[in-house]
């Protein structure tokens, strides 16, 4: 019992004093407790103060000023500037086949004959016909010219006579010109045995071979061809989109560029000549139509291309890298290095890419340097160090799309 009453009597005291030892520590230095009161105070100002983050490098660029290209972008069908299926405009049997498939051929070059036969023969009946008529022609032309000098010596002949002498002659002439017709007729029917490329181009895959009879009113095809130089390109772009461009309905004339499907290679350079007079309800579309020359035959009916018209120049429109255009949930942004070394946070509002840079329309001045290299590690404020320039390269031509990275 005397035990326990002085540990009861010694905590009674120990506790009030050291609860007034903490609660005046800075007003009692007491020299017991002085050692223990500043290692606390040190661990605490440690713990609130933290170390400073190091300067993040950076790479960064500058803004300017420079004419830009606007461009509409679509994706085109390729097709022959003209295509036309041979056939047969007479009956008759091939009996030569005078081309080879996949071939270039010039226009009025014979690709196959058909049996000309029966066809020379009726020319050669329809001439002698002619020849037949223009005798009888002739020997009524002499008659005529001796009654009229009959008659003009009085009397020896009858007005009637000479009257139908004359109409004889009328009648006559109208025969020799219907055998003209019917000559020239059996001469063109006998040209066309001869099978002529309508125009120049590539032949494609033959379909009737040497020895099958055709027929004028027969669908059949011989072969095709194609003219590839030059070829169209219809591009099928928004209504809206061309409607605020200076393109009108009618032709037209735009400089186009035919691009890969991954708008990295270039095809063929041309122009756009007519833009469609109507406009599809259903999709709110409307058709551009393009030439090119397709020198390098790069170009191939059917296929598909890129296509990146030029439809207008922006004057001094500040530009910078597009890779320093970075998008968020809030849109685009840059990361501006600021004078004092720190990086600020910018949106920008983006026209265009083009050829590796972005058309700034809003949020950037010319001269201010953005960020291109490092920026996944900065926040807005954050102390920079750069470590070099990004220099001016242009991009493959087309317009390049947007990286969307994530935004810590």
């Known amino acids: ?36 009161i500043q290692a606390a105070e040190a661990e605490q100002t440690a713990a609130a103060t933290p170390a400073a983050r190091p300067p993040v490098a950076v790479k960064v660029a500058a803004a300017k000023a420079e004419d830009v290209p606007i461009y509409l972008t679509g994706i085109g069908t390729i097709q022959a500037y003209n295509t036309v299926n041979v056939q047969s405009r007479v009956d ?19 690709l196959a004959i058909i049996d000309p036969r029966p066809f020379q023969a009726q020319l050669d009946q329809q001439i002698a016909v002619r020849q037949k008529d223009q005798a009888l022609l002739d020997g009524a032309q002499i008659d005529m010219e001796r009654y009229d000098a009959l008659i003009q010596k009085a009397a020896a ?75 169209s390109v219809i591009f099928t772009l928004a209504a809206v989109a061309v409607g605020q461009t200076r393109l009108s309905l009618g032709q037209a004339d735009a400089p186009v560029v035919a691009l890969t499907a991954d708008n990295t290679t270039e095809l063929d350079k041309g122009m756009i000549t007519l833009v469609d007079n109507q406009v599809d309800q259903a999709s709110g579309t409307i058709k551009l139509k393009a030439t090119f020359p397709n020198k390098a035959l790069k170009l191939w009916p059917g296929n598909f291309a890129n296509g990146r018209i030029t439809v207008d120049t922006r004057k001094n429109a500040i530009t910078a890298p597009a890779i320093a255009v970075r998008h968020g949930p809030r849109g685009d942004f840059v990361w501006v290095a600021k004078a004092d070394d720190t990086a600020a946070f910018r949106p920008v509002t983006v026209g265009q890419i083009f050829d590796g840079r972005a058309m700034i329309e809003r949020g950037l001045a010319k001269g201010e340097r953005v960020v291109t290299d490092g920026y996944y590690r900065l926040e807005n404020g954050s102390r920079i160090t750069i470590e070099g320039v990004t220099p001016t390269a242009k991009a493959q031509p087309g317009t390049q799309p947007r990286s969307e990275p994530r935004v810590d």
């Open 157 to 231: 002949i009858s007005r009637q006579v000479v009257d139908q002498q004359h109409a004889l002659v009328e009648q006559y002439k109208a025969q020799v010109r219907n055998d003209d017709a019917q000559t020239e007729y059996a001469r063109t029917q006998l040209g066309f045995t001869s099978v002529r490329a309508p125009i120049s181009g590539r032949l494609g895959i033959r379909q009737v071979d040497q020895g099958n009879y055709v027929r004028a009113v027969s669908p059949a095809t011989l072969v095709t061809v194609t003219q590839l130089q030059p070829i």
């Open 1 to 36: 019992m005397k035990r326990t009453a002085k540990l009861l009597i010694a905590a009674l005291v120990v506790l009030p004093a050291g609860y007034a030892g903490y609660y005046f520590r800075h007003d009692l230095k007491l020299p017991f407790a002085l050692p223990f």
């Open 92 to 110: 008759g049997e091939i009996v030569q086949i005078l081309f080879q498939e996949g071939q270039d051929v010039k226009q009025g070059d014979i």
